[in-house]
């Protein structure tokens, strides 16, 4: 068994064949082949040109994400195209959900099957919702 450590100290336990079994986020236990697809749009990019300019130093290739892009993920695995920093921002959301957990933080989202995460760049962020298609 793994345990990976999300970046809020939660921990998620995977069996060995990459299954979740045990989900801190909503303190459920999981079992069998659970696995919805997850759709993730991009929903805004926003940009702190006063905070590039004071802290920043000058990045070439910054953000490729696109205000209204959608990728499909097929459990753990990062969709093509999709930023790494963001992937390890959103991928705990995302297993979840893809392993049938719900309900982030007692009733934070209007959907129980959902998320609204955003990648870990202070200067442009950038927000994803996160949802299970099925």
């Given at each position: 068994?793994?345990?990976?450590?999300?970046?809020?100290?939660?921990?998620?336990?995977?069996?060995?064949?990459?299954?979740?079994?045990?989900?801190?986020?909503?303190?459920?236990?999981?079992?069998?082949?659970?696995?919805?697809?997850?759709?993730?749009?991009?929903?805004?990019?926003?940009?702190?040109?006063?905070?590039?300019?004071?802290?920043?130093?000058?990045?070439?290739?910054?953000?490729?994400?696109?205000?209204?892009?959608?990728?499909?993920?097929?459990?753990?695995?990062?969709?093509?195209?999709?930023c790494d920093s963001a992937w390890e921002s959103i991928s705990p959301f995302?297993?979840?959900?893809?392993?049938?957990?719900?309900?982030?933080?007692?009733?934070?989202?209007?959907?129980?099957?959902?998320?609204?995460?955003?990648?870990?760049?202070?200067?442009?962020?950038?927000?994803?919702?996160?949802?299970?298609?099925?």
């Amino acid at each position: 068994m793994s345990i990976f450590l999300s970046s809020d100290k939660k921990y998620i336990y995977i069996d060995e064949n990459g299954q979740m079994i045990y989900n801190k986020f909503t303190e459920k236990f999981f079992g069998g082949d659970i696995m919805h697809k997850i759709k993730v749009t991009v929903i805004r990019k926003a940009r702190y040109d006063d905070l590039i300019e004071k802290y920043e130093n000058p990045i070439e290739h910054a953000c490729d994400m696109e205000e209204g892009a959608v990728f499909y993920c097929e459990g753990w695995q990062k969709p093509a195209g999709f930023c790494d920093s963001a992937w390890e921002s959103i991928s705990p959301f995302v297993m979840t959900l893809a392993h049938g957990g719900e309900n982030f933080y007692d009733g934070w989202m209007k959907n129980p099957k959902s998320a609204m995460i955003s990648c870990n760049d202070g200067f442009r962020p950038v927000s994803f919702l996160i949802e299970v298609c099925d």
